[in-house]
């Protein structure tokens, strides 16, 4: 089984400052891992993915993440939060090589930039 | 570019009554396919996923039912809404083999069953 978790439900940072979110993953296998960003009342956007080889990924709208094998965790980094970064955050993850194709979610984490 | 659609964009139905929510994508062939369920505004449940015309794989028991009657659009439907069904449905596509490929999501459908 796979499973992803977010253990934070809220991050509180002030604009200009760096946020991190943070997830942790347990699969049996090797990892797809991503990041997806949800506005109120809207669908999730795609943020970024990790497949392979360079563990710092970099994303939209300035995000980078970072893949850490050995501490099973996908870290969600921007160097300069903006008030507009206020969003929920979703941490994702699909194991390599089964037929499974559908992901899991965490649970969220609501991100709120003070101005 | 790919454009997933989804309707309504929200809906107020009794208990009871039957449901229909209607997912198309556009500017892709055979995708893979995909119903989530999000309450209050916090983790998404997989409910159905396609990777075919007339293929679906139901991932949680329940009242709820989905058909893939053409390549492109994902129907959820239901006999009977519950009040349980309330809740926040997200319709999402991706590239249809087994590769590294993200999903990308539609607007979503508020269900509230009153």
């Known amino acids: 089984a796979q499973s992803v978790a977010q253990p934070e439900d809220q991050v509180n940072v002030a604009e200009g400052n760096p946020l991190t979110v943070k997830c942790t993953y347990s699969v049996s296998g090797n990892p797809y891992l991503f990041w997806y960003v949800q506005y109120p009342n809207r669908g999730l956007q795609f943020l970024l993915k990790y497949i392979t080889g360079d563990n710092l990924v970099k994303g939209s709208y300035g995000f980078e993440a970072e893949f850490n094998k050995s501490q099973t965790s996908f870290h969600l980094k921007k160097p300069s939060a903006l008030v507009s970064d206020s969003a929920l955050y979703f941490c994702a993850v699909r194991v390599v090589d089964t037929g499974r194709r559908a992901l899991t979610f965490g649970s969220g984490t609501r991100l709120q930039v003070q101005p | 570019s790919q454009t997933i659609h989804q309707w309504p964009a929200t809906l107020v139905q009794p208990v009871g009554s039957p449901l229909s929510l209607e997912c198309t994508v556009e500017g892709t062939s055979n995708p893979n396919l995909y119903w989530y369920r999000q309450a209050a505004g916090r983790g998404l449940q997989l409910l159905f996923y396609?990777?075919?015309?007339?293929?679906i794989s139901s991932e949680v028991p329940q009242n709820l039912s989905a058909s893939r009657p053409q390549d492109r659009q994902f129907i959820l439907s239901s006999k009977k809404l519950l009040l349980s069904d309330s809740g926040f449905y997200l319709c999402?596509?991706?590239?249809?083999?087994?590769?590294?490929?993200?999903?990308?999501f539609g607007p979503g459908t508020r269900l509230t069953v009153t």
């Open positions: 396609s990777v075919g015309i007339g293929q």
């Open positions: 999402a596509w991706s590239l249809g083999d087994r590769g590294p490929y993200e999903q990308y």
